[in-house]
């Protein structure tokens, strides 16, 4: 079974508007760590943004928040205020228990911000 | 600048050579990491090291090897075995590969294969 799905192949959102990035997850670990990451055409996968499975608040990072529900166990990604630069593939990744090292990568929704 | 190097950027083989692909990093990290990204997919982990001179197959080991001498290096060679090996290979740290609330991994630019 997928650990990490990501249903949105491809997505457009034009400049300055919110885009939100569905990612679903698969555990039975108690502790995990999610985690987003965005890959420009350049191809470095650059990290965005982490949410612990015990953390209470939605993690936030500039533009970037993670909409957390954990007993849909989804992870959402959202964009505010798109901008050119934000079109790239976004990879959600899990982490599964405390002192595991492996990432569990989703298969990427590719983002094409709008002028 | 602190961050991660992997070189080439892009690399020819003839198929049946060997060839190693570079990873360096000066952020003082213990835990590195290689993976592989073939067109449309996430990462597959190939190996990972928490220490110098120890590491672990990943998912996809097969056909691939790593050395870890010194902290700061993890080279990966592609051998002659690795029966599809044209793909993406990104080299990743983290501080201690632990695991923990923020043990993030940190990626470089990533080194392109293509098999002739």
């Known amino acids: 079974a997928q650990k990490i799905t990501q249903t949105q192949p491809g997505m457009f959102v034009q400049e300055k508007e919110a885009v939100t990035l569905d990612c679903t997850y698969d555990?039975?670990?108690?502790?995990?760590?999610l985690f987003w990451y965005k890959q420009p055409s350049s191809g470095e996968m650059i990290f965005l943004i982490y949410?612990?499975?015990?953390?209470?608040q939605n993690a936030t990072e500039g533009r970037y928040s993670l909409n957390f529900q954990k007993a849909r166990k989804s992870a959402n990604l959202v964009i505010s205020a798109s901008q050119l630069g934000d079109s790239a593939m976004y990879f959600c990744?899990?982490?599964?228990?405390?002192?595991?090292?492996?990432?569990?990568f989703g298969a990427g929704t590719t983002v094409t911000v709008r002028a | 600048d602190g961050g991660i190097t992997q070189s080439p950027k892009y690399l020819f083989r003839k198929e049946g050579q060997n060839v190693t692909l570079s990873c360096e990093q000066n952020?003082?990290?213990?835990?590195m990491y290689w993976y592989r990204q073939d067109p449309g997919q996430g990462l597959r982990l190939i190996y990972y090291?928490?220490?110098?001179?120890?590491?672990q197959k990943g998912d996809i080991a097969e056909g691939y090897s790593v050395s870890r001498e010194k902290k700061e290096s993890f080279p990966l060679t592609v051998t002659s075995a690795q029966k599809n090996p044209t793909a993406f290979y990104l080299c990743?740290?983290?501080?201690?590969?632990?695991?923990?609330?923020?043990?993030?991994?940190?990626f470089g630019p990533g080194t392109r294969l293509t098999v002739l």
């Open positions: 952020l003082n990290h213990d835990a």
């Open positions: 949410q612990g499975s015990y953390d209470e």
């Open positions: 990743a740290s983290s501080i201690d590969g632990g695991g923990g609330s923020t043990d993030t991994q940190y």
């Open positions: 990744a899990m982490r599964e228990g405390y002192n595991d090292y492996k990432l569990s």
């Open positions: 090291s928490q220490i110098v001179n120890d590491f």
């Open positions: 555990t039975s670990d108690q502790s995990y760590g």
